[in-house]
Each structure stands twice: as structure tokens, then as C-alpha cells.
């Protein structure tokens, strides 16, 4: 087991945590509109969601990674080709964070993690991105793929829901200092190309 490549990992979800998307944006919004609980209860139906994907992506590429060693060598090729695609288009994009983001009327607890998981879960755009994250972190030579991928995905789904909870919690705080702080989304948005940059190298090199 390289623990290398797992501490790697986990690095490289939190910087993708903390980086402005329409996840964590969302979960903002419902923090600073409805209170903290409401935005923990987005946080907790999104983190439960990612089982979905984890498992789809479990159990499809190691088929595919038992079948043919070279199509999953195209499949880390075509994901390190995606993550730079998404850099570009973090590159592209305003570096101003957008505090206008839709909100639905107030709802229940349940009812906000019920959202959550669907946002999560009907997201093509999640699936392709764990297709694209997840393979090049593989950690052992002789433990399962299967195995790898629920662990990757566990860590993943922590250290996602540890920061997005601190989210949360930090809303107000979190909004007050990036309206104040003018250039807080041009680091933002620069942190995201680095991320999936280095990304895209590692998972190539």
C-alpha cells in the first residue's frame, strides 16, 4: 500500500472542497438564508449521494481494468484530458464568487437532504468526475480495485463533508470575508487551475 498516494489524494479533495463550485456554494446559501443546520443537512444528503458514484465507478472500471489494461490506460488519459478541460474552463470563467445563487423556499431538514442526495446522484457531471479523479490514486498491487475505490471514495466523502460542514458553520464569516476581501476569488479561482492541473499531471505522469 502507498500511503503517499492516499495522503496525496486527500490533499488534492480538500483543495477541491474549499474551491468555490456550485456544491459547496449551494450549501452556503442555505447556511446564510435558513441557518446552520439547514445548510448540515445539504452537506449530509450531497456526501451520501457520492456512494452512489463511488460504487457505479467501483464496480464498472475494475471490470474494465480486468478485461484490458490499455483501455483503462485510456480511461486515466481521457480523465487527465477532462480535469485540464475543467481548468480551462475555471480559467475562463469570473473570479468573482457569485452570492446570487437561486434558492429554493425553506424546507425541512429531511427535506434539504433528500435534495442533497439527488443533486448529487441525477449529476452526470459528478460520475464523469470521479471517472476521471479516482482512477489515477490507486494505492495497492495487491489489494482489490474494488476495495481501493471504496476506500478512495470513504476519503473522499470525509474529507469532503468535513470541510463543506465547516462551510456551514462558517457561513456568515465565510461571506463577510470575501465581500471585503476583493481578490479572495481571484485566489479561489487560480487554486482550482492549480488543482486540476496537478491533477491531470499526476494521473499522466
Known amino acids: 500500500m502507498n500511503l503517499e498516494i492516499l495522503i496525496s489524494f ?20 442555505q447556511s446564510i ?3 446552520k443546520s439547514y445548510g448540515l443537512a445539504t452537506v449530509c444528503g450531497l456526501i451520501t449521494g457520492c456512494i452512489v458514484h463511488t460504487t457505479l465507478l467501483a464496480f464498472g472500471v475494475s471490470a474494465i481494468i480486468k478485461t484490458n489494461e490499455n483501455i483503462f490506460f485510456g480511461i486515466k488519459v481521457l480523465g487527465a484530458l477532462y480535469l485540464l478541460y ?49 482512477p489515477g490514486f490507486l ?10 475505490f471504496y476506500i478512495l471514495g470513504g476519503v473522499f466523502m470525509l474529507v469532503s463533508f468535513i470541510i463543506f460542514s465547516a462551510i456551514a458553520i462558517l457561513a456568515g ?23 486540476f492541473i496537478g491533477i491531470a499531471i499526476f494521473i499522466l505522469v
Open 10 to 29: 486527500a490533499l488534492a479533495t480538500s483543495a477541491l472542497a474549499i474551491s468555490p463550485g456550485p456544491d459547496n456554494i449551494y450549501v452556503l446559501v
Open 33 to 35: 438564508t435558513n441557518g
Open 86 to 134: 475543467l481548468a480551462y474552463k475555471v480559467y475562463k470563467s469570473d473570479a468573482q464568487l457569485n452570492w446570487h445563487t437561486e434558492v429554493t423556499p425553506k424546507k425541512s431538514l429531511k427535506g434539504l437532504f433528500i435534495q442533497g442526495f439527488f443533486m448529487n446522484v441525477l449529476n452526470p457531471k459528478v460520475t464523469i468526475f470521479f471517472l476521471a479523479f479516482f
Open 139 to 148: 494505492f495497492s498491487q495487491t489489494m482489490s480495485t474494488v476495495t481501493q
Open 173 to 195: 464569516q465565510i461571506k463577510t470575508y470575501t465581500l471585503n476581501h476583493k481578490n479572495s476569488g481571484m485566489v479561489l479561482k487560480w487554486l482550482q487551475i492549480v488543482v
